[in-house]
């Protein structure tokens, strides 16, 4: 009985290795305040959303699932997002609150509810640089991944809570207006 519940830990780690999943557990509250953390902080209209889709995460999936149950196979089967997959914003920069910016930028999106329609407004969009300080984790835990292209600013969030990506005409973007313009960084 002993190998059974062996084996039956090390198929539930594997699923949950290989399987579509979310980085936390729980979601942090977000403190807007963090927009201290941006090294860029503007306002724009996105023109491109494209999904960059992690083939290494789908091929280890797949393979998982050759080698799984029927029932196993039945509850993953149909995974379509993992961790490392990730989104990339072609942005016409309207407006510059913090930082330089030129004036379309392409940033990355990581660990979000991704979608592929984004309604056509302007939105305010903190931005960090790569190897930046995030802010700090607010949750019980959180899954940290490397920045999926290091070369490009990607929206600030903190571990586990929501991103800096706001409509410009919402009250979070007021208010963080307000905080850039009351301190410098």
Same mark, same amino acid.
Request: no cysteine; aromatic share 10%.
């Given at each position: 009985m002993? *190998?059974?519940g062996f084996v039956a830990l090390f198929?539930?780690?594997a699923m949950l290795a290989a399987g579509p999943t979310s980085a936390c557990i729980d979601i942090a509250p977000m403190d807007l305040h963090d927009v201290s953390y941006a090294d860029v902080v503007v306002v724009g209209r996105v023109t491109k959303y494209t999904l960059v %889709?992690? #083939?290494?995460a789908r091929k280890r999936h797949q393979e998982f699932l050759a080698h799984s $149950? *029927?029932?196993v196979r039945e509850l993953l089967g149909n995974a379509n997002s993992f961790m490392t997959d990730y989104a990339r914003l072609e942005i016409v920069v309207e407006e510059v609150l913090r930082g330089?910016? #030129?004036h379309t930028l392409t940033v990355t999106w990581d660990n979000t509810a991704f979608s592929e329609i984004m309604p056509p407004t $302007?939105? %305010?969009i903190a931005l960090r640089s790569s190897g930046s300080p995030l802010p700090p984790l607010r949750g019980p835990t959180a899954t940290i991944l490397p920045d999926p292209d290091p070369a490009s600013l990607s929206v600030l969030r903190a571990p586990c809570s929501a991103s800096f990506f706001f409509e410009n005409t919402s009250s979070d973007a007021?208010?963080?207006r307000q905080i850039l313009n009351s301190g410098p960084k």
């Open positions: 002993r *190998g059974f198929n539930l780690g %889709l992690d #083939p290494e $149950s *029927g029932k330089t910016a #030129p $302007s939105y %305010l007021g208010i963080v």
